[in-house]
């Protein structure tokens, strides 16, 4: 990490100098780009990149579940399954809450979240503000996690055992950043259709 530092200097002392910079933002490329290219830190604020975006995909997209919730104009619309729909809004908001609390929140950040899977797809009839409160809350929770890690814990094997093999914690976090966006879309298409 010192190292790095001394780069990141020496790559502000020579921007005046485009040869000198070029020559070593080639040496920063060189040493601290990750071998599959998918980490590395931004030198004006030694930001992990990957954090970063990881936490700006979960931000965006559990905003944009809170204003899928709330657009539903008969709110009982939330729970009411259609032919063809396996799951009500209600529940697939309820079971990406339970994901993210368990595998950010619990595993990762040890908040001592226990989770309730069946219940997950077993209420019903929650109320909208309810589920409002639990999408906010999801969200500081995983953004306070992220922020914590470090390039080192991403390489990491993500502690829970989740598939038949063994995964780093990088890649748990970009499943479940597509777990989260894949239930988005059933939710706007099953909020569209009873909205008709």
Request: proline share 3%; charged share 25%.
């Amino acid at each position: 990490m010192q190292f790095l530092k001394r780069i990141r200097d020496e790559v502000f002392s020579y921007e005046q100098d485009n040869t000198s910079f070029s020559f070593v933002l080639h040496l920063y490329k060189s040493f601290y780009t990750h071998p599959a290219g998918t980490m590395h830190i931004d030198l004006k604020n030694g930001i992990n990149m990957t954090i970063q975006t990881l936490t700006e995909l979960f931000e965006r997209d559990l905003e944009r579940l809170r204003q899928e919730i709330n657009l539903y104009k008969n709110e009982d619309n939330l729970w009411v399954l259609k032919e063809g729909i396996s799951n009500t809004a209600g529940n697939l908001c309820l079971h990406l809450m339970g994901n993210l609390n368990y595998f950010i929140g619990a595993v990762l950040g040890k908040t001592g979240y226990v989770r309730h899977r069946e219940d997950e797809f077993g209420l019903k009839n929650i109320p909208r503000q309810d589920l409002i409160l639990n999408i906010d809350n999801c969200r500081l929770i995983v953004k306070s996690t992220l922020l914590k890690l470090s390039p080192a814990d991403l390489e990491k094997t993500f502690p829970q055992p989740v598939f038949e093999k063994a995964i780093t914690t990088e890649m748990m976090l970009m499943h479940l950043t597509t777990h989260l966006t894949y239930h988005l879309g059933q939710i706007n298409y099953h909020r569209r259709l009873l909205d008709q």
